[in-house]
């Protein structure tokens, strides 16, 4: 195998998920659950000095309706199984889980889900927690509010055409369409997107997770105003979670919802940092999913 590999297995017999294996081979193996709009692609911002420097084998799974992963009807529990469909595959029974933005929802599920298949779970900026607590969400970005308030509607005609419509025109012109919500980051992390290797790392991935269709806008943003379908207080593995004390595009006090419940939680803040502070520091990050 080589140190980098792009990999479909077959789910049920029907469903195609494919997954990024990348790092050292003899590596603590983490496996990762990308943000939005996103794909296995994501992980690319960790680069590959951190993963041989710290140790880790880092496998992103696109998750369901993105990239080159086939759409899955079903809430956060049935969408988060891929993961463990992709461990059984590579033979790993037991493993850290790094859950990043709209990834953490999902991490949180599989953790809650499958307690002895999860040896930590490490929330980078997520969110865990829905969108269904006005006092917790008034730091969001105006945009996302108003996303919000259409999901609230459900399935409707006119929700569909419009996730299609941000797809089209994102792939039209992923600069315009997605780069304005940077305008409120820090000096230091517009100064890390402005980088042209991390840059086009984010076109890259935030483009191969729209190619295929919508669908995986469509559940995504279905999910936000759910309530969670697990119960926090039967996650048994430790749980770290990083953020951004000044991340409007997930609350801080959105996520102490769900880290306040969960028995072994810690929350380890970015001082000053909004959405992308955590992945400034990348073998720290990688240092803390693997407990190195």
Not at 272 to 279: D, E, Q
Request: charged residues 20%; aromatic residues 6%; contains cysteine.
């Amino acid at each position: 195998m080589s140190e980098c590999e792009d990999t479909s297995i077959q789910v049920d017999g029907r469903r195609r998920v494919t997954f990024l294996d990348r790092g050292p081979r003899d590596g603590v193996t983490v496996m990762y659950l990308h943000g939005f709009p996103g794909s296995r692609l994501e992980q690319c911002l960790f680069p590959y000095e951190a993963l041989e420097r710290v140790g880790v084998r880092l496998i992103s799974v696109d998750r369901p309706g993105w990239g080159l992963t086939d759409p899955l009807a079903g809430d956060r529990v049935a969408r988060a199984r891929d993961v463990l469909h992709v461990a059984d595959h590579l033979g790993i029974d037991q493993f850290p889980l790094m859950a990043i933005s709209a990834g953490g929802g999902y991490g949180v599920a599989l953790a809650a889900t499958a307690p002895t298949r999860i040896a930590r779970l490490v929330l980078v900026s997520a969110q865990a927690a829905p969108y269904d607590d006005p006092a917790t969400i008034t730091r969001m970005q105006p945009g996302q509010l108003a996303v919000l308030a259409a999901t609230r509607a459900g399935r409707t005609a006119g929700f569909v055409d419009g996730c299609a419509a941000f797809r089209r025109e994102f792939l039209e012109d992923p600069i315009g369409r997605f780069w304005s919500n940077f305008a409120t980051l820090s000096a230091a992390e517009r100064a890390f997107i402005e980088q042209p290797e991390v840059r086009n790392t984010f076109i890259g991935d935030m483009t191969e997770g729209l190619r295929t269709s919508p669908d995986g806008v469509i559940d995504d943003l279905l999910s936000w105003p759910q309530p969670l379908e697990v119960d926090l207080t039967s996650i048994t593995c430790p749980v770290i979670a990083i953020h951004g004390t000044d991340d409007d595009w997930e609350p801080l006090a959105n996520l102490r919802r769900v880290i306040d419940q969960i028995p072994d939680a810690h929350l380890w803040l970015c001082a000053g940092m909004n959405h992308l502070g955590p992945l400034l520091h990348p073998a720290a990050v990688l240092a803390l999913t693997c407990d190195a």
